[in-house]
T-cell receptor, first 112, second 112 residues
Framework: GAGVSQSPSNKVTEKGKDVELRCDPI?????LYWYRQSLGQGLEFLIY????????KSGLPSDRFSAERTGGSVSTLTIQRTQQEDSAVYLC??????????FGPGTRLTVL | KQEVTQIPAALSVPEGENLVLNCSFT??????LQWFRQDPGKGLTSLLL?????REQTSGRLNASLDKSSGRSTLYIAASQPGDSATYLC???????????FGKGTMLLVSP
């Protein structure tokens, strides 16, 4: 079956611009997660959606970051006024909540 | 706050060797622990998930063990092959939470 997909695979943007990253989870998975992977920091949690519950935003590094999940499926992570320190690989994962998480290929974001 | 450590950071072995990758965590109140593989420029591939009530899980040449009391998990790879070369990550999910805390990984190189 289809796995988690993410788009775009690569994004280069200029400092100060807004970017949107998209995640399509595995069909039927109720939980969706966003993580960020950067050199020296490893993988860090950003935000978590479970069904219709309010998202857990405790990992978002600043108010420039936001995410939404429409119809309990597709999710969009938005970064406003991008900074160079936002350069990283953004990974999305989905699961049947508290079971194994399955990751997408990631979006590599480069902020010039 | 949960902290996950993986030692060694890098490991190089000749083909055919059996090897052990180590993962330690500071908070023993975990719900499950998951091992992943990451190839360069790719997302994470789930290898094994161990529930807190389990001691080990096996998949093919891979065996993962969990000792909550000592805060340790190991991933055993039997008869290593060059195709096993990748970065291996462990991640803990704490009880009461649904997100993963990752170690920084062990980069494995298996030479022919």
């Amino acid at each position: 079956g289809a796995g988690v997909s993410q788009s775009p695979s690569n994004k280069v943007t200029e400092k100060g611009k807004d970017v949107e990253l998209r995640c399509d989870p595995i069909s039927g998975h109720t939980a969706l997660y966003w993580y960020r992977q950067s050199l020296g920091q490893g993988l860090e949690f950003l935000i978590y959606f479970q069904g219709n519950s309010a998202p857990d935003k405790s990992g978002l590094p600043s108010d420039r970051f936001s995410a939404e999940r429409t119809g309990g499926s597709v999710s969009t992570l938005t970064i406003q006024r991008t900074q160079q320190e936002d350069s990283a690989v953004y990974l999305c994962a989905s699961s049947l909540d508290r079971t194994a998480q399955y990751f997408g290929p990631g979006t590599r974001l480069t902020v010039l | 706050k949960q902290e996950v450590t993986q030692i060694p950071a890098a490991l190089s072995v000749p083909e055919g060797e059996n090897l052990v990758l180590n993962c330690s965590f500071t908070d023993s109140a975990i719900y499950n622990l998951q091992w992943f593989r990451q190839d360069p420029g790719k997302g994470l591939t789930s290898l094994l998930l161990i529930q807190s009530s389990q001691r080990e899980q096996t998949s093919g040449r891979l065996n993962a063990s969990l000792d909550k009391s000592s805060g340790r998990s190991t991933l055993y790879i039997a008869a290593s092959q060059p195709g096993d070369s990748a970065t291996y990550l462990c991640a803990a999910m704490n009880s009461g939470y649904s997100t993963l805390t990752f170690g920084k990984g062990t980069m494995l190189l298996v030479s022919p």
